[in-house]
């Protein structure tokens, strides 16, 4: 599909008002993306593991303008309080999305919006925000075409989600999905997520991810830039084919169930993030004294116990631990003896691959 597919014809029928409800997961990349083109082209492909228990839930209220304007008209609410600051980042949103939803400036919306996961703990809410309005407005497109497929509508989710937070568009399903065009992965696109169709061995089903909160500050990068530094980024080209490579790893991985060999890609890939922000300029270092006491315990744990927990990273000093579901019970237990304290507050949230978002009655 193209870009042109996702321009609706003329709707078919007329909606006054009403509201929609969806759930919507944060997902955590095995493959990193890091890098893009305008409007959130990724420079690779990724592949992430979508979540189940970290979601934002957003409830979208529209009614039908009584008088035509020009602008969009709509309020934001973030846990039951009016939220302005996130006001420039929906703006944005809209322009960006409204040819593609031309209905935008008919409607007066009110987004209501709440996190399942503790507030600015350092965990991305862009993923799991702008998926969730991205199927609020989808279920609002639906009413007006209601031949719409159920492809289309997920697809499109997908592809909207993108434009407003690239990840975001790998929230939309579960429970591997991959965004990037990369040759042998059917179905792939640079425009939205898909589901990962290919044979995944039963050592992935139910794979734990455990959030490790060191530090809930701040983001010291925000995406934008962090994206950027890769423009110019000396070993940037190195790094996209890698990415590539990796993912070509991953699928013989995911069919063989090798978790060792898992654990080499997965950890190589949060390494490199952080070492092409290390390298850029101008640089940053966004690992904590207790990410790096974190990383070697888990190093140290592997080798005294012979199973199978890694870690990944995003931009930031939090801690991704995945590990099976057959381990889970050695594994807690050491997460709660060893890592918690290292931990802000010896805050962590235990959670899981989930299968994507859900709309709510
Ligand atoms: C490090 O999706 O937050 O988490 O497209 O600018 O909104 P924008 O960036 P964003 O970048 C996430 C980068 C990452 C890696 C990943 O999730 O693949």
Partial sequence: ????????????????????????????ALV????KLEHQIPANPSISFTLDSCRTTTTLKFSKKEQLSDDFDFELEFEGEKKDS????????????????????????????????????????????MSAL???????????DPEMTEEYFTRKSSFLARLGSGSAC???????????FQRNIYGSSDLYGVQYRDEVHDNFRNYRDTIL????????????????????????????????????RLKKIFRSGDLSEFI?????????????????????????????AIINKVFRFREETGLHLCFTLDAGANVHLLFPEKEEELTLE?????????????????????SGAQKLA
């Fill in 213 to 248: 909160l060191v530090d809930k500050g701040e983001k010291q990068v925000s995406s934008t830039v962090g994206h950027e530094l890769m423009n110019g980024h000396p070993y940037a080209e190195r790094r996209f084919r890698q990415a590539h490579d990796n993912l070509d």
């Fill in 134 to 144: 991205a199927l609020c407005f989808m279920s609002l497109e639906k009413q007006l």
């Fill in 32 to 35: 990193k993306y890091w890098g």
């Fill in 1 to 28: 599909m193209t870009e042109k597919d996702f321009i609706p014809n003329p709707y078919s029928a007329t909606v006054e008002q009403g509201q929609v409800t969806w759930q919507s997961p944060s997902n955590i």
């Fill in 264 to 292: 080499k890609v997965v950890e190589s890939e949060a390494l490199t993030l952080h070492a092409m922000m290390m390298t850029s300029e101008p640089y940053f270092l966004l690992m904590k004294p207790n990410t790096l």
């Fill in 86 to 129: 996130f006001r420039p980042k929906i703006q944005k949103f809209l322009e960006r999305v409204e040819q593609y939803l031309p209905f935008l400036k008919d409607y007066k919306f009110t987004i209501q919006t709440s996190n399942s996961f503790p507030h600015s703990s350092g965990i991305a809410s862009s993923a799991s925000g």
């Fill in 334 to 354: 050491f997460i709660g003896s060893e890592l918690q304290q290292h931990c802000q507050n010896g805050q962590y949230i235990n959670d899981r691959v989930g």
């Fill in 170 to 180: 790998r929230s939309v399903e579960g429970e591997l999905v991959v965004w990037g």
